[in-house]
């Protein structure tokens, strides 16, 4: 069994990575969370069996979302939570994404970019969807950030989860079945009218910065070209279809908000100079491949991926919003003649959460079998 994992690959090229780039603070505190993350550096809990006497120890997670190893009991827990917010009604996911030839610009000014996808996305979903000649409704989605391909490229994007029906002027619950209710060619063309709008503001006011490849664009020339290329160009959303049934859209939301650049699991090898692991090659059907670079690289592509601090990558719309959800949410269910969905795990503690998901009881001795007690030495806790 290959037990190879990111934080190896931190731990044998950081230092060589270092010499060759200087990542920003918010990245090399990333990489030193992966580096130290179950170490001992942020803390250790202390269990003593009360039979045998049997000390174990088990260290702090770094709780950095970047990081491979940590992304587990908050996947659950959230997943847990949104139980309560999901319908019996169809559900889809769409993918927006932008031409790559601004992924430059995006980069050099990825909060405001990113907020410029999400403004765009929602902007686009809301008009449309209110539109008599498509739904005539106000809907609910939730939107998801992604900046990576499977190489670890930088591909920013945004995947939403779409409730495939809505509240109408009267309150009265409107949907299309199984049929999603957007044509993809007007999706296409109204986000990217709306992305490019704000996109040409910003430009305009100059609140944009050019660094890195996207230097060439401080002529305004070169970035008036850019901005007709890319109206030019078509943009084309993807639209999965329908899930079955309210458990599949909480399962397949896990698949999506807590991902990050590249699991564990997907990495083969690591030489002295180079990291080799699993990709997807979409020209060839979605088929695994293997892809080697150098652990230089590997560490580069991967603090690519690293959010703006503080910065919200899960965001709720329409009915789905947090001001308006529960009233909502309820109309919509009397509506549908649906039951709610309860959270299981919401008032566990750490403890019983892990019991009851993954059958791991932390309180049982693996000596004898007696009560373990525990303590905490120390605890950090990292962003």
Known sequence: MN???????????????????????????????????????????VSVCDDCGSTHLHYNSCRNRCCPMCQALPKEKWMDLRREDVLDAPYFHVVFTVPEELNPVIYSNQKLLYDTLYHAVSGTLDELASDPKHLGAKIGYMCILHTWGSEMNYHPHIHVIVLGGGLDSKNSWRDNGSKFFLPIRVLSKKFRGKYMEELKSLWENKKLEFHGSASRYKNHYAFKELINFCYEKEWIPYSK?????????????????????????R??????????????DYKNQGQWKELT???????????????????????HYGILSSRTKQKKLTLCRNLLGCKKYISEIKNMSVPEMLKHLWKIDICVC??????????????????
């Open 3 to 45: 037990n190879l994992t990111v934080q190896d690959v931190f731990l044998k090229f950081y230092t060589d990575y270092l010499d060759k780039y200087t990542p920003s603070f918010h990245q090399q505190k990333t990489a030193i969370n992966i580096i130290n993350c179950k170490t001992g550096a942020y803390g250790t809990n």
């Open 241 to 265: 279809e329908t899930f079955n049934g309210a458990g599949s859209v909480i399962q397949y939301l896990g698949k999506y908000t807590h991902r990050i650049a590249i699991s564990n699991y």
């Open 267 to 280: 990495l083969i090898q690591m030489t002295d100079t180079t990291v080799t692991f699993s990709v997807k």
């Open 293 to 315: 670079l150098t652990g230089i690289e590997f560490i580069r592509r991967f603090l690519m991926h690293v959010p703006p601090k503080r910065f919200v990558r899960i965001r």
């Open 366 to 383: 693996k000596t004898c079998g007696g009560h373990m007690s525990g303590n905490n030495t120390h605890t950090f806790i990292r962003d």
